[in-house]
């Protein structure tokens, strides 16, 4: 008999610990331990959950008289809760007193060093795999082993202790062929890239091996657009950056240019780290086609992206040239009066931080005016014209701001000269401030798609610099992204199928 949650009287005793009642209904019936509630918790399972040890080894001892019977605790079994509670001495308990419990699986295939390995439980994952270590060679639904899950949440530790366990790398794949390089890549979980990289043995059998649509890794980090992954494979002299997969494509084909109304950063980023590592379009005639006919379908899209930045642009140089031209009539120190022989020249004019004040702000001023009449040439219908002059313009405008920076740290520093500390401070500040607009500018501008050794050194700290601030894609929804991508990419193909159909009938 069970209430209105499933429960059995059982399920009652052991979520109140009457340990008394406990044993006396497994004595009367043991197969009522295996009874399951609404939410699918056998007591068993609930003695976990409530963290009752003593509980938990009067259910064990209870006698089983049909072995079969366990394969109702499927789905929910005990041993994966003393996993998800991190709970290890549970799990010995289990492993010692039943170690079939250790054989169940959860709804999506997955056995308990799966899930430990999910959960990133290092404990667990060594007694596991040590006590059993045929779990480490099942599959779960998706095909992946428990090393391809530590790999894919990024567990540098948890892939180490179940490489060690099995240093056969190889012999380790997915049901799509891929080794824990191919799933950390396409995962972008550089830490897992790197150590395998930096162990010669896997780093030897893994680097340019292929699944089975002839992927390697660095195809799917491009891919899937992971900068910092391309980074870190790109810099390996073994790499083989040009292989062609199945569908006689290379990493650089299969990186996406496009996305959207707008690039994504990554896509940027992937691309420049591919192209300066000697990556290469394939030459297939039928590729370079399709190539061509995506790039047409999505430039106009493109075009609209940058018109619509090009107004905010224009009211934040307008208002440096504003500030500008006002701050020239109101420089430090003032005007002589009318009086004086010198009428309305400068009094701070043998001043040298007065002179950079002048010359910053001039600067300023001029390039922050040239940004604006350059932004004229936006409003052509020419897509390169309007997007060499938005860049332009826009470079004008951080050279602005930089000369606006250092004019004011200038006039500060003659406003409180008596003041030796408070002057120092200003240029300090001043010094800092200008260093950072510097960088960031550098690390916008920067030309990552040189080749020389010396430049991709440059390009490649300063990739790593913006990687962070381009967000993590977990904590964003990608798989609407995906989708939406995905639907894209399924319009233009049935465009480019009506497009062949309507050739063919004029043919006929």
């Known amino acids: 008999m069970k209430n ?77 809760a003393a996993v998800l509670v991190e709970n290890i001495d549970m799990l010995k308990e289990m492993a010692t007193m039943n170690p079939e419990l250790i054989r169940l699986k959860d709804g999506r295939g997955r056995n308990v060093l799966h899930l430990a390995a999910y959960g990133g439980d290092g404990e667990a994952v060594r007694f596991i795999s040590s006590q059993f270590r045929w779990s480490m ?8 082993l428990p090393i391809h899950i530590a790999s894919k ?41 790197k150590y395998i990289l930096k162990t010669p043995i896997l780093k030897k059998k893994l680097l340019n091996t ?11 980090a491009a891919m899937h657009s992971h900068p910092a992954v391309v980074l870190t494979l790109t810099w390996q002299n073994e790499i083989e950056i040009n292989l062609l997969n199945n569908e006689s494509l290379t990493p650089f084909d299969v990186s996406p240019k496009f996305f959207s109304k707008a690039p994504r950063g990554q896509y940027n980023l992937t691309n420049s780290a591919l192209w300066s590592a000697g990556a290469l379009p394939s030459f297939d005639a039928k590729i370079q086609k399709q190539k061509e006919k995506t790039s047409k379908s999505r430039k106009a899209p ?12 224009l009211m934040k140089e307008t208002l440096v040239a504003t500030a500008t031209f006002a701050a020239t009539f109101t420089v430090p120190g003032g005007f002589n009066s009318s009086e004086n022989p010198e009428k309305g020249i400068a009094t701070m004019l043998n001043n040298r931080m007065f002179l950079l004040f002048v010359v910053c702000n001039t600067i300023a001023f001029y390039s922050s005016i040239i940004s604006i009449f350059s932004m004229l040439w936006t409003t ?60 960031m500018f550098t690390a916008f501008e920067f030309p990552l798609g040189h080749s020389p050794r010396f430049m991709r050194c440059i390009s490649y700290y300063i990739s790593y610099a913006i990687i962070p601030l381009l967000g993590d894609y977990d904590e964003l929804p990608i798989d609407k992204a995906e989708e939406s991508e995905h639907n894209e990419q399924e319009k233009l193909r049935k465009d480019e199928q009506q497009e062949s159909l309507s050739e063919e009938k004029m043919r006929n």
């Open 4 to 80: 209105v949650h499933g429960n059995t009287a059982l399920h009652e005793a052991v979520m109140h610990h009457r340990h008394d009642v406990v044993l006396f209904l497994i004595s009367a019936d043991p197969a009522v331990w295996y009874c399951q509630n609404t939410v699918g918790w056998s007591p068993l399972y609930m003695a976990v959950r409530v963290n009752d040890m003593q509980m938990l080894r009067l259910l064990l001892r209870a006698p089983i008289e049909d072995r079969d019977a366990l394969t109702r605790l499927e789905g929910n079994s005990p041993a994966h």
């Open 137 to 144: 060679f099942e599959m779960d639904n998706k095909g992946f």
């Open 153 to 193: 949440k990024g567990y540098v530790e948890i892939v180490k202790e179940l490489f060690n366990k099995w240093p056969y790398p190889k012999e380790l794949l997915n049901r799509e062929g891929q080794s824990i390089l191919h799933v950390a890549a396409k995962s972008g979980r550089n830490n897992v890239v």
């Open 210 to 220: 292929t699944d089975i649509n002839g992927n390697t890794p660095l195809h799917l």
């Open 302 to 313: 493109e075009i609209e992206w940058v018109k619509e930045r090009v107004g905010m642009l």
């Open 380 to 439: 052509t219908s020419d897509y390169f014209v309007v997007c060499r002059a938005y860049s332009f313009s826009q470079n004008l405008f951080v050279f602005a701001l930089g000369m606006m920076s250092l004019a004011f740290m200038a006039a500060i520093h003659v406003a409180v000269s008596k003041v030796s500390w408070l002057a120092y401070y200003t240029v300090i500040l001043g010094i800092i401030s200008l260093a950072i607009l510097v960088l």
